[in-house]
């Protein structure tokens, strides 16, 4: 019965009665389908203008893509596609992460892996995990961390990812990408919330910040003298 107010205003505003309204709406919406000449998914297939199943695409050289491939039928995975021949090769599934966010350069991915304490099990964790995508061996860089939307150097050499404890402090962490140890921790004496950091160059990251106002802006970090 919660229905009928709407009902009644659909009415009052058209002034037909709503099953008439609604079997309008139908017609008029069938319409151009009719005129197609095929079937409804046979239409609808004509009009696919992108796959949704495919994130983050980035280029390995002239010819490749690697991207996050899912569906509904099988959890996420990190794929490579020859875009001259067609051919899509898996590297491997990907681990549970908060989303399927990753960076990737010099045949390196990284990206954010979700990870439980083993004892505690209310404790989690963000890990960041590098992935070689020629022989398929990964590694955890991070342990226990709260790391989230990491990028790789161009190198290879470095990882930039955004800490947030659960205080909800921010705070940009430059690390090793071998031994995950920390070089740097970028001051944020504004209290900024990171995201989506990139590195810019050799010796600036450039990252989408919020302020406690809630105002957005994008900032260059320099990692050697601290200014923004």
């Given amino acids: ?17 709503y099953e008439k309204f609604r079997s309008a709406a139908f017609d008029f919406y069938k319409a151009p389908l009719a005129t197609v000449g095929d079937s409804a998914a046979a239409w609808a297939e004509k009009q696919k203008h992108f796959n949704a199943d495919v994130e983050f695409p980035q280029w390995i050289d002239e010819e490749r893509l690697v991207y996050v491939k899912s569906d509904y039928k099988s959890i996420p995975a990190f794929y490579i596609k020859d875009l001259q021949t067609g051919v899509e090769e898996k590297v491997r599934t990907k681990d549970i992460s908060p989303d399927n966010y990753f960076s990737y350069r010099n045949h390196r991915i990284v990206y954010a892996a979700y990870d439980v304490d083993a004892r505690w099990g209310w404790r989690d964790y963000s890990e960041l995990r590098v992935l070689d995508i020629f022989d398929g ?26 800490q947030v404890l659960p205080d909800g402090k921010c705070t940009l962490h430059v690390l090793d990408g071998n031994s995950g140890t920390l070089v740097k921790a970028i001051p944020n004496p504004d209290e900024l919330f990171y995201t989506h950091p990139k590195f810019y160059g050799k010796q600036k990251i450039i990252s989408a910040v919020r302020n406690k106002k809630g105002e957005m802006a994008l900032g260059v970090f320099d990692i050697k003298d601290n200014t923004t």
């Fill in 137 to 162: 061996v990964q590694r955890t860089i991070s342990k226990k961390g709260k790391y989230f939307a990491p990028d790789i150097s161009s190198d290879g050499r470095q990882v930039v990812a955004v």
């Fill in 1 to 17: 019965r919660l229905v009928y107010p709407f009902q009644s205003a659909i009415k009052r505003n058209t002034g037909i009665k």
